[in-house]
């Protein structure tokens, strides 16, 4: 065990793409979407054997900062960084390096969204090892995802030449990000074999991230070092704020990965799904035997009904005829109806919730 | 006007196709399914310009009775007769025909479903006029719905012989009534331009049904004479409910006209529909350009969405995204989805609830 390594959860997504389930009071990584365990709790028991929750910092928004003390009980209060409001991934992770450089300036920080799903966690947990130890020598290391279909909602990245091999893992540096290919694009990627799912799981040196934030993004390392400075003053919150005003709205992919000449890539096969939309979150639990998933309290009754997803809510009962595909979440005051192939649609139902201020719902 | 005209509306059916808005304790005929009002309002209001009230008598189950008076607040309490229990359409209307001879030994009566749906109010009632005057000449009068497709839902009317003319409106003599036929018999009935549907409105005097069921439901016709014998007495209820204990369970149809020889079909084209079903239900109402129907107090959100039938409640939101050829019902404790090719099924919810026990859905 590396006592220098530390895993940064960043909890902040919205899950737009599930709702109704997913709502602003509740986004979807504090919800038991596969098991009877939270998105959130699924991450942090998968980082836990590695990663003890002393060394584990959880970055959320401030109304969100309740559930994280609630389901992670054992997480030391300092360890959840709340951060003043959205800014993209970049500021979130650039907090969470300059936190923990002050706490070990030799800190190898591993960081993880709070939403994703892993189905083999032995395999991810030695990928995230050998990913530290790679990182030792100045490299941003981002895990790939062994791509098993062109998805086109993901974003691509191809290696390079192999920097070598720690624990029967190869990593390689990076030639390519691509973001969101069109499908015959995606298609030739997946072909190749020479490609990898950005899955958003990042290890690196708080060093090495900080240096290139100073070279890539120079306003926003100015920001981070006035708040890290201030971090145990009675101005922290403060300063904080106002920083976060500043900073520059940016995605750590985006910002830095796509930019870095020190960027390595580490494929691995350890079942990722990034839980993205109710079609896909159906295919990652057992069904019956006719392709059904069924999920909630309330009373289901299907007939004629096959490769549906439903779920329901107590002392409500919800019968579903002759659908065949489809997603059904009924919730206690807001009910989805929608084909599966049109799942990736939902994030419209929300985008126009919040058009027309209609905020119970959202 | 002819003062011997009376009508009967059977409001004793429970529409379990149009569950979950149609339910035990309020079924489809109490409902504002068309307009903003109930299928029995727009019944009665359809009638009463030809019947007033003083000669309209409603049957319906002791638990609806409080409806009926509620909805028809002009109606004569003592117009509104009590069944005992459902024993199909026969006992029903002998049940009103021994009561409408008491009252006046010359009546003729109407008979109507509660829950049916006629477009030319003015053409029904003309219609209603010339029967009772065909019904002179002691024939059983029903009417027979011009088809305008193969329904396999409905039964059909063979006319025979041409009868003679009223109001420009020629009867037939009955050839035959076939139930419920398959497709291409359907097909074939409707091509001929011989057949009509049984609407299931019936036109005849007293005397003359009462004498048919003596002849064809001997067992019925006695049980009908001791129930008027003590209709007015002390021992009423007692005598209606072991009389009803005892009478055949059979429906007009079967018990009479099928087998009588006095039967005469009265066409006509009046924009009939039996509001069976949330599909037929759907294109009975008018649609948005994209054919959707939306109904109800709770809030649509429709995305990508067409040829749907969507009802919602108060305090609620459905959002439907991608629908094509749909019915979304949506209750405070029960919800409906199913596509509207097999709005049919829709009674087979109801019978799994029955036999589930699910009574608090029914």
Redesign the interface.
Known sequence: MNHHLYALVMAGGIGSRLW?RSRRNRPKQFLDLLTSRTLLQQTVERIEPLIPLERLLVVVSEEHADLVCEQIPGLPAENVVVEPGPRGTAPCIGLAAVLLQARDPLAIMATFPADHRVADGAGFRQAIAAAAQISGDGHLVTLGITPDQPNTGYGYIQRGAPLGEVDGLTAFRVQRFTEKPDLPTAQRFVDSGEYYWNGGIFIWQVETILGEMANLLPLLHTELQAIAKNWDSSECQETLVEAWERVPRTTIDYGVMEKSSRVAVLPVDIGWDDVGNWATLSGLVDADTEGNVVRGDG?P?L??TSDTYLYTTR?????????EG?V?V?TP???????K??AQ??R??VK??REKG?DQ?L
Request: charged residues 25%; hydrophobic residues 55%.
């Open positions: 109704p009373q009754l007939l004629d002392d409500r009962l919800v019968s579903l005829v002759g659908l489809f059904v009924d005051n807001a009910l989805l109806v929608c084909p192939e049109k649609a939902v419209e139902v126009e919730l209609l719902y």
